[in-house]
Every structure is written in structure tokens, then in C-alpha cells.
């Protein structure tokens, strides 16, 4: 992109983005045409381009973002005081299929991974202590503490205990999106050893958790029900850690195909320039990954809604589009049986940025995914069975969304972010800002600038750049979250607390 003070994103679109802050009075060529800006108007946001009707859709991406709540001028600035999503509940939905190939070379590159027992590959080498239930977090907590003071830390990456809320005093499907995702985590491959510690009269039981995990490799796996230790559960928490440790710090790197790389895809904090940086910039890459016989997955179902039909006829089999069709359904009813509305999902910091509707958000956000075909669709706690690109159940909030990609098996989450966030989920959280700014302001939060595109660096040129970026962080150079140590989790709940 060349430098300039706005961008028509598509041909079709009847609003421009701003590049920078124009002023009331200035004046734009826009497709050989003078537009005079009406209003003040923010960097990120959306200049009209052509007198509007009241009830007019408004087009941007190429897309309706929306339509006008009153008779608007070109030159107006459209922000959500004038324009009003057009969604409502759910839709019935026509599978229309589009075979778009890839058309992307297959490179012969390599990362350093950790190869696990079942062929799975992780990018960390870690030891993980993970409560059954949330009355044990306190032990789980001084177990790390203790192991990481003892071993500082060496032949390991870390050693982290996963602190949560549940695993008791929930019902139905609340209770098992918890086993489904504590599972996932005791199973993950960034682990090198995990030790499941339990109370012993949770809802969540250890003999029935520990079938949920199948075959597992039960030399890097252990359980300590700690109701049932005679004296001092700590000490014998740190006897099972310790013989693990001794187990896991023998791991070692060895070069893995790119095909064996999972990466998630999340976006938060968005402003007016993720859908034109940093989103396509990581879609750029997630066709890469996907070309060359690897996985990323999409999530955040409510910021699929207005993008959602360029997604279901990218599915690969009709099976795979009436999945889609009822992720995309189940969510909105989730919406309406809590009696709140589908369209109002952008929040403050969404709509100070530039993003007006959801729809506006939607047709941003799922750029992240690039043009490959859907190949998968998950629900919500699943583990990735089929490669290439897959869509995951799971609501658009940041860490509850980015839990729920690396429970599905995903070594890194790639998270776009126009306003800056510092956390991390239990797997590497990298941040890629869609402006230069804050890349310059937020250096410990943010790992790659998106915002160079639109200061005369070209995507190939940065596709290959974050390229070298990833690979160096699957290869051990830790994300800014993991350097402050923010790393947490957080699992859906839907229904009632007993």
C-alpha cells in the first residue's frame, strides 16, 4: 500500500477508511471525485464517499456493514451514532461453494519442536500442574513456586500451575466444557509433564477424568488426590513433580515440518485498521501454514455474524457447511435465550477505534483466516482432528476464546490487536499491532508491528518477515506475554453455579 490519508478498501465500498485524522473542510479525491470532509474525523474511521438514503446499506470490505439511520451527505463521518447493523436472529442459509485454490508454493522450511510419544509435536518444554477443581489451586500454585525455585528451571522452559474456578458446583454441559478443556491441557504437547492434582470430593472425580483422557502417556502424567496424602500433600506433590521434571528435561528440540504447526487465530481490542494490516496480514500467513500441509484455526463465533456466508461456502463438503450453519445458529440463539441482541457485540474500545457494527467487525476479523477452504469445524472443548484451516466454537472473549484454541491444540495464538492488550493464555500469545503507534508505545506488549503495510512495506515482503517471526518463536524465543509472565485461563460457563 502506498501512503496516502485514506484507503477505499473494495471497489464496491461507499466509504473510505481514514489513514490519518482529517480535518473538517479538507478535501479527498476519491475514484476521480472531490469529497469534502464534513466532520472532524479520527484515524481508523469511515468517510461516506456518496450522498445516502435513510435505510441505505452502507458498503465496506465490499460488504454491507450496516445501513443509515438518517439521510447522510458524502463527506459525513459514519460512525455508530448514524449507522445500525442490520442482523437480527437466526437464518436459514444456502450452501453456494467456492473452489478458490491457494495457489502458494510449499517451502522447504523447518522449526524446532518437541516431539511427544503420540506424534505430536509441542513448541515448549514444560511442566504443568493442573487442578481437577478450583479448591486446590492454592497447593497447585506453591507446588510450582517450589518446583521452580529447586530446578531453576533448568532443561525446562517453565513451570506454571493453571489456576481456575470450577470443577465443582457446575451442571451438565458447564461441567464437562470443564473436563473437555482440563483434559485438552493435560494432553497438550507444549507439556512435558503434567502433574493432575485433585481435592478428592469434587464433582469432577479423578478416576473419571483420568479415563476421559484415554491412552495417555502415563510416565509424563500423574495424579495426586490430595484428600487422600497422610500428612504434608505439598511434600508429596513435590516427590511426583520432582520425578517428572527428571523426565522432561531430557527433552530435546529436533527439526519438525511445518506441516506440524497449529496456530489459532484471535483478534481483540480492533480498531479501524485490523481489517486492513494485521488481519490479512495473519490470513496471509494462515494460508501459508495451511499450504504447506499445516493447521490454523478461527474462533470468536459472534464476530463471524455478517462474515458468515463467505465462510460456509469456503467449507469443502456440504457436512462441513450445515456444521458451520449451526455454529453459526447455536450462537445466536445462545444470544437470544439470554434475551440480549445479536448485533451489538463491538465494545467501547471497538467503536473509539473506527468499528461501528458488528458487521464491520465480522467482515475485519475473519481475514485472519485467510482464503483457504474449510476443512474442520469443532466444537466448543474439541481437539483438532483435520488439518488445514478449522473453525472453532467459542465466544469472542479474549481469553476464554484464546483458552479454547489452545485447548484445541494449538502450539501459539496469533492475536491482532489495534488498542493493546498484555495477557497470555497457556500456550505462547503473540501480538501483532495493526498500527505503528502502538508498536512504538507498548514494546513489552506487542511482538510484530502489521502497521508497516501502510507505510510502504508490501505483504509479500512482511508475510515473509512474520514468517521468520513465528518460526523463531516455535524454535524457543518467548512472546512478550511469556517474558511478563502473563499467562492464565478461563473456561465458558453458561449455566447455573450450585
Not at 485447548?407 to 493464555?425: D, E, K, M, N, Y
Request: glycine share 10%.
Amino acid at each position: 500500500m502506498n501512503q496516502s490519508s485514506f484507503i477505499k478498501i473494495n471497489p464496491a465500498d461507499s466509504v473510505v477508511v481514514c489513514l490519518r485524522q482529517l480535518n473538517k473542510g479538507e478535501t479527498i479525491n476519491v475514484d476521480n471525485k472531490e469529497v469534502c470532509v464534513l466532520q472532524d474525523t479520527p484515524a481508523g474511521h469511515k468517510i461516506l464517499i456518496n450522498d445516502t438514503n435513510k435505510g441505505d446499506n452502507i458498503i465496506k470490505y465490499g460488504y454491507p456493514i450496516g445501513h443509515a439511520m438518517e439521510d447522510l451527505k458524502a463527506g459525513t463521518w459514519v460512525n455508530e451514532n448514524n449507522l445500525k447493523t442490520n442482523l437480527s436472529g437466526t437464518l436459514s442459509y444456502e450452501y453456494k461453494p467456492v473452489d478458490e485454490k491457494l495457489n502458494i508454493e510449499k517451502v522447504q522450511r523447518t522449526f524446532k519442536g518437541y516431539v511427544r510419544k503420540n506424534g505430536e509435536v509441542g513448541i515448549r518444554n514444560e511442566v504443568w500442574i493442573v487442578p481437577t477443581v478450583g479448591c486446590v489451586n492454592g497447593i497447585a500454585e506453591r507446588l510450582a513456586e517450589l518446583l521452580t525455585k529447586e530446578t531453576n528451571l533448568e532443561g525446562i522452559d517453565a513451570v506454571h500451575a493453571w489456576h481456575h474456578n470450577y470443577g465443582c458446583s457446575q451442571l451438565s454441559e458447564d461441567h464437562e466444557n470443564t473436563r473437555k478443556v482440563l483434559r485438552d491441557m493435560v494432553l497438550h504437547p507444549n507439556a512435558g509433564a503434567v502433574l493432575v492434582l485433585s481435592l478428592g470430593c469434587e464433582n469432577n472425580q479423578p478416576d473419571q477424568f483420568e479415563k476421559l483422557l484415554g491412552d495417555y502417556d502415563k510416565d509424563r502424567i500423574k495424579f495426586l488426590i490430595t484428600q487422600n496424602v497422610k500428612g504434608d500433600e505439598v511434600e508429596e506433590g513435590m516427590k511426583i513433580l520432582r520425578s517428572l521434571y527428571e523426565i522432561a528435561k531430557k527433552d530435546e528440540r529436533t527439526e519438525c515440518p511445518l506441516s506440524e504447526l497449529r496456530v489459532g487465530l484471535k483478534c481483540g481490542g480492533s480498531d479501524g485498521f485490523s481489517g486492513i494490516t494485521a488481519n490479512p496480514l495473519v490470513g496471509e500467513l494462515s494460508d501459508f501454514i495451511v499450504a504447506q500441509g499445516g493447521t490454523s484455526i478461527l474462533t470468536e463465533v459472534p464476530e463471524m455474524f455478517g462474515a458468515e456466508t463467505i465462510l460456509m461456502n469456503r467449507c469443502e463438503t456440504p457436512e462441513l457447511f450445515e456444521q458451520t450453519v449451526k455454529l453459526v445458529n447455536d450462537f445466536k440463539e445462545y444470544f437470544l435465550s439470554h434475551g440480549e441482541p445479536v448485533g451489538e457485540n463491538p465494545s467501547p474500545g471497538n467503536k473509539a477505534g473506527g468499528i461501528s457494527t458488528l458487521e464491520d467487525k465480522a467482515l475485519g476479523c475473519t481475514q485472519k483466516c485467510g482464503r483457504a477452504p474449510v476443512s474442520g469445524v469443532l466444537g466448543y472443548g474439541d481437539r483438532l482432528k483435520t488439518k488445514g484451516l478449522n473453525l472453532l466454537s467459542a465466544p469472542g472473549n479474549d481469553l476464554v476464546a484464546s483458552t479454547a484454541l489452545a485447548s484445541a491444540g494449538c502450539q501459539i495464538v496469533l492475536f491482532t490487536t489495534g488498542r493493546g492488550t498484555p495477557f497470555g493464555t497457556f500456550i505462547p500469545t503473540m501480538k501483532i499491532s495493526t498500527n505503528t503507534n502502538l508498536y512504538n508505545n507498548k514494546p513489552n506488549w506487542i511482538d510484530f508491528n502489521a502497521g508497516e503495510l501502510i507505510e510502504g512495506t508490501d505483504m509479500p515482503a512482511l508475510l515473509q518477515k512474520f514468517v521468520d517471526k513465528i518460526i523463531a518463536v516455535a524454535n524457543g524465543e518467548k512472546t512478550c506475554n511469556e517474558k511478563n509472565g502473563y499467562r492464565e485461563i478461563s473456561i465458558f460457563k453458561n449455566g447455573v453455579t450450585l
